[in-house]
């Protein structure tokens, strides 16, 4: 640990580092901080920190309770460090997980897998689900060269949880606006530009967004099972369960609901029915937990109690009159079985003008793990046709 002025940087180290040059680390918007690099073990000791040399001019002085957490990776070939996942020769970025602090000062959890020089920036849903399902998909897109970034959203298991009981902090962050803008600080952050964005449900929801607000930004953009409005989907998705379930189920769900008894145990093996024949219909054992990680907090505010009355403020969601101006290569992938209607996708395939739909047998709202083989097949052909320049919707 290294005091600067009345600043503390904390440098943290990983594996054996020997370092013999003078590296280069900025973090956030203080100026830039140089490490003059001495040969030295590092063994999990948190003393063996170079000599650090501030270039803060004599008329800053850095609040004394700020905290910068610089992550730098050790190589053994005597590398300057890297943080902040600036770009590597080749356009390779620092792999596996980095921590990114936002400019508002909470910290997201964020990881990028594979090497190439095309970039998928990945968006989970919920609102207030995690990362998990794209954890294989640095793997999967490995053969056409795509690096695959993905991250938790502020609020979700492995990002910061800010005290939403507070009503200003739940005003400020539990908005559209705000995870827009994420999604916009997070790219500048990972040094993203011309890259492709992939959105999952609520995901899918922000990749609209932001293919018509940043959409210079993007080569092309993934919407896997969202629609660009929320009556359709509650029409839908309770005629599923009508269709699902008996004429008394339904009744004893709408009850329930009524009642705000949402962990009835009769009402939850209905819903344990829908998930199985809409949702993930092959439940995958790998990403079940022994806990929920569902950030309950921000599925209320945007959701609402459940999935079949949507009361929370995503209820206002409607893109219907804008998606026309969305003028990226645009992939729209569902399942057959889906929560979402077929109908609305159908219909955006014909008013996004470079859209291109593709559905997935016998795959639910999560079909890139009901069916990877067909949902994989659809995902690289999009980016090998863009890739190409011969994309056609």
Known sequence: MVGIGTAVVILLMSDFCE???WGNVRSGGFPELIFQAEEFPYFGNPAAVPTAVSQFPPQISPEPHKILTLTATCKRDNDTMS????????GYMKQGTTIL???????????????????????HGGPGGTHEYWENFGEKLADIGVQVHMYDQ??????????????????????????????EEVRQKLGLDH????????????TMQYALKYGKHLKGAIISSMIDNIAE??????????EALSVEAVSYMKRCEKDGNWDDPKYQSYVDVLNRG???????????????????????AFQGD??????????????RKQIHNITVPTLLTFGQHETMPLSSALRMAQQIPNARLETTPDGGHHHMIDNPEVYFEHLKKFIIDVESGHYKP
């Open 83 to 90: 943080v902040n996942n600036k770009k590597k020769p080749g």
């Open 154 to 183: 502020l609020g979700s298991f492995y990002s910061d949880q800010p005290d939403y009981s507070d009503p200003k902090i739940a005003e400020k962050y539990l908005t559209n606006d705000y995870y827009l803008g994420e999604v």
């Open 278 to 300: 809409y949702v993930d219909r092959r439940q995958p054992p790998a990403i079940s937990h022994l806990i929920s990680t569902m950030a309950t907090p921000v599925y209320n």
């Open 306 to 319: 459940n999935e079949f009355v949507v009361t929370g403020k995503l209820k206002e969601f409607d893109l």
């Open 195 to 206: 890259f492709y964005l992939i959105g999952q449900s609520w995901g899918g929801a922000l």
């Open 233 to 242: 989907y509650v029409v839908h998705i309770n005629k599923v369960r009508e």
């Open 19 to 21: 370092f013999t040059k």
């Open 101 to 123: 602090t936002l400019d508002n000062g909470y910290h997201l959890w964020t990881n990028t897998q594979g090497q190439g020089d095309i970039h998928l920036l990945c968006l």
